[in-house]
């Protein structure tokens, strides 16, 4: 019989990289993906604790998966990521249809705790921390994304010890992965007909091995001739270092678009936060970079209400974003997490909470309406990523990750066109390809 596993992912992209994976891996022990969960054999939750009530969250997923089941033999039910590694053996008690749990830091211990469950059907929990000896497990197994745009994980788990943030509990110590193991993975992703690398890390401007850093990387990448663009994400400003912002001036294959989280315009706030970085420090980093591109534009994570924050430390969150006109950019109100330093702060009343989450979103949407609107009759590069469902139009993405909707046909996938853009809503370009003898209109 065939062993068919179906994955369901939760939360950030850093965990989409790591189902990615965990599929390549459990495919060396017969499995193969099914997208209809009816006929899996083994259901993997990979989950996320970023969110509010995550834990809930999970058990109600499973409580599903129950369900879908009830008349069924029961498929093997593993529990991967943040929530696992949080959670562990409580989980294996609080919801007995859960027959292993996973910690992030040991998905090479994967395939043998499978084979142990199915041999024994004793329940596993493994949330060591082993970054080392799953990174050296995971380059042996080939990356066999095969997506226009692909992440690639290049440094996991944080120091930085934010006051709010689950991160440095549920991922564990900044590790970085060797330089020479990465670049052989783009060369393989290239391989495969990746166009577009997005380098992923918790601090992903943290990395360092020996002595290369982030920069470094990106200039080895630029090397391989198929890799047509990079990104990177998420990053710390405290780790923009002047190598890293000097690449923006070197790197053809960069994308102009800076995702920096700064959580709060007030340096009271950051302070509370535990962020280790002030405004005027982050407004360098912002001038330095324009001053070397112009056309570079910033996207941002902004935390709202954190306990401690007044009016006027509010009022100078919204004057940050108004100085520095963010474009996509995510924003939240905070949420206390169990077991961080901010989990039992006095928080701020619900209504004033809303109120300035509204304000804050309603200058990051004007933003991003500004910046779309303007693009109207303009041509920009498109990277084509695939057709979309059920339409014939095509989508790709604009040198600022924003989504674009236009008529192509399936020899543009992978390929950097030309799109004039008609139309636009405050998240999607819409537009026509502009053919090679019309290009002049750039
Ligand atoms: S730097 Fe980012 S990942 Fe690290 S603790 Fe702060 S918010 Fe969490």
Same mark, same amino acid.
């Given at each position: ?9 939760? *939360? ?17 022990? *017969?499995?193969?993906?099914? $997208?209809?969960?009816?006929? %899996? ?9 970023? /969110?509010?009530? %995550?834990?809930?969250?999970?058990? &109600? ?22 929530? %696992?590694?949080? !959670?562990?053996?409580?989980? +294996? ?14 998905? &090479? ?9 199915? #041999? ?9 921390? #082993? ?45 970085? /992965?060797? =330089? ?25 401007? %943290?990395?360092?091995? !020996? ?17 047509? /663009? ?62 070397? $591109? ?19 430390? =509010? ?40 109120? /300035? ?49 236009? #008529? ?20 999607? +370009?819409?537009? !026509? ?10």
């Amino acid at each position: 019989m065939s062993k068919k596993i179906f994955i369901k992912t939760f *939360g950030c992209q850093m965990n989409e990289y790591d189902s990615n994976r965990i599929l390549d891996t459990v495919k060396k022990i *017969g499995f193969i993906k099914t $997208n209809k969960i009816k006929d %899996a054999n083994c259901y993997l939750l990979n989950t996320c604790h970023i /969110r509010d009530k %995550a834990k809930e969250k999970v058990y &109600h997923e499973i409580g599903r998966v129950k369900k879908s089941f009830q008349f069924k033999k029961k498929p093997i039910v593993i529990v991967t990521g943040c929530v %696992a590694q949080a !959670e562990n053996e409580e989980m +294996l008690k609080r919801e007995p249809y859960i027959d292993l749990v996973i910690g992030p830091q040991a998905y &090479h211990k994967l395939n043998n705790k499978i084979e142990v469950y199915l #041999d024994k059907q004793k329940k596993i929990d493994e949330t060591e921390f #082993d970054s080392v000896a799953k990174f050296n497990y995971l380059k042996k197994i080939k990356n066999s994304s095969i997506k226009v745009s692909s992440f690639l994980t290049i440094q996991e788990g944080c120091d930085k010890f934010c006051n709010f943030c689950v991160v440095p509990y549920t991922r564990g110590p900044e590790y970085s /992965r060797p =330089f020479k193991e990465i670049i052989n993975e783009a060369k393989n992703l290239a391989d495969n007909g990746v166009k577009e690398v997005i380098l992923l890390g918790q601090n992903v401007n %943290a990395y360092k091995d !020996e002595n290369y850093r982030l920069s470094n990387l990106i200039l080895e990448i630029e090397k391989i001739p198929k890799i047509l /663009r990079i990104r990177y994400t998420t990053s710390h400003p405290k780790d923009m270092t002047d190598d890293l912002i000097e690449v923006y001036g070197m790197s053809k294959k960069l994308m102009p678009l800076v995702h920096l989280p700064v959580q709060s315009g007030s340096d009271k706030v950051l302070k509370l936060m535990n962020r280790k970085h002030v405004i005027k420090d982050y407004l360098k980093i912002y001038e330095r970079l324009k001053k070397i $591109n112009s056309s570079i534009e910033f996207s941002s994570d902004f935390l709202i209400a954190y306990p401690g924050e007044d009016k006027n430390a =509010f009022e100078a969150t919204l004057n940050l974003i108004k100085k520095i006109k963010f474009i996509n950019s995510f924003s939240f109100i905070f949420s206390p997490r169990p077991g961080t330093v901010a989990s039992n702060l006095k928080l701020i009343e619900r209504k004033v909470s809303l109120e /300035r989450l509204k304000l804050v979103q309603k200058e990051l949407f004007n933003n991003q309406l500004e910046m779309n609107r303007f693009l109207k009759n303009k041509v920009i590069n498109v990277l084509v990523e695939n057709k979309m469902d059920k339409s014939i139009k095509f989508f790709g993405r604009s040198e600022y990750m924003t989504p674009v909707i236009f #008529d192509s046909n399936y020899e543009d996938v992978g390929k950097i066109i030309k799109v004039k853009i008609t139309n636009s809503n405050q998240n999607t +370009l819409f537009g !026509e390809r502009v053919k090679k003898s019309n290009l002049r209109v750039a």
